[in-house]
């Protein structure tokens, strides 16, 4: 894989920025990337600098999906994928967007410019979506004969409920920004040429908060999708006793009482 095809800065305030760097494919995934952007973000998850990643796209496009010439080609995910023994090594495991939906780090994603196939869930799989203006999201799954197949068949009726998600997956039009915002799919429209900086502001504030609290809090909304109500209380106040016992939440008490803002160390 070309040291090209991905950027990762990690900065001294807490907050790491992903750029996938293959901008004349806006960003088409190759199998190598796939790979690597899996192992990265399991690393990413014990990396206890990061507190908050930015995910975004190099050039005119967020990330136009995997890469369609090594698919038609036999190769790359489209070739692993093909008949049960490849999906049986490939595994769903293996996805980088089910690791990014383990992870308990805030991944804010930066929707620079188009968000096709692959490239849309791997939107979704994130917490929080900022979109530039001049920005579109392509669910044209059903365009090519396949489904959403790394997370949107999942995240999209939550997102959306189920109607919306079915207008969405069988009529297979493209999203702008607005209507994207419209339907809840992301959280704010921003000019274009600002949609980097939006999310690196919030995610600045989310670095500045207790980041075992962050964690926690994203590791119960994601077990809450799938417990009742009185399972779920119950595992928050076994959560609530740990952070109880921190000194990020002595901190979080003693700058109330002190009046100035608080210097959380993540323990």
Not at 53 to 63: E, K, P, Q, S, Y
Not at 94 to 119: F, K, M
Not at 147 to 156: A, K, M, R
Not at 227 to 249: G, I, K, N
Request: aromatic share 8%; proline share 4%; glycine share 12%.
């Amino acid at each position: 894989m070309s040291e090209f095809d991905f950027r990762f800065e990690r900065g001294s305030d807490g907050v790491a920025v992903l750029t996938l760097d293959r901008p004349d494919s806006l960003n088409s995934l190759t199998f190598a990337i796939y790979a690597q952007l899996e192992k990265l973000f399991v690393d990413l998850e014990t990396d206890a600098k990061v507190k908050v990643v930015v995910l975004t796209g190099a050039g005119r496009g967020f990330c136009s999906g995997l890469d369609l010439k090594e698919a038609a080609a036999g190769r790359g995910i489209g070739g692993s994928l093909s008949g049960a023994a490849g999906v049986a090594h490939f595994g769903t495991r293996d996805l980088p967007t089910t690791v990014l939906h383990e992870l308990d780090t805030p991944v804010v994603c930066a929707l620079n410019g188009v968000a096709a196939g692959y490239g849309l869930d791997l939107a979704l799989g994130c917490d929080l979506r900022l979109i530039a203006e001049g920005a579109m999201l392509v669910p044209g799954f059903a365009r090519r004969g396949i489904v959403p197949e790394s997370g949107g068949t999942w995240y999209l009726p939550r997102l959306v409920g189920w109607a919306k998600a079915c207008e969405i997956g069988f009529l297979g039009e493209d999203l702008t920004a607005a209507r994207a915002l419209e339907l809840g799919l992301v959280n704010r429209v921003v000019p274009d040429g600002t949609v980097v900086d939006a999310a690196m502001e919030w995610a600045n504030k989310i670095a500045g908060n207790a980041p075992l609290a962050i964690k926690a809090m994203k590791r119960l909304y994601r077990h809450g999708l799938t417990e009742d109500f009185a399972s779920h209380s119950h595992h928050v106040l076994m959560q609530l006793m740990q952070l109880f016992r921190s000194q990020d939440f002595q901190e979080g008490v003693a700058s109330f009482i002190e009046r100035r803002p608080p210097r959380f160390e993540g323990r």
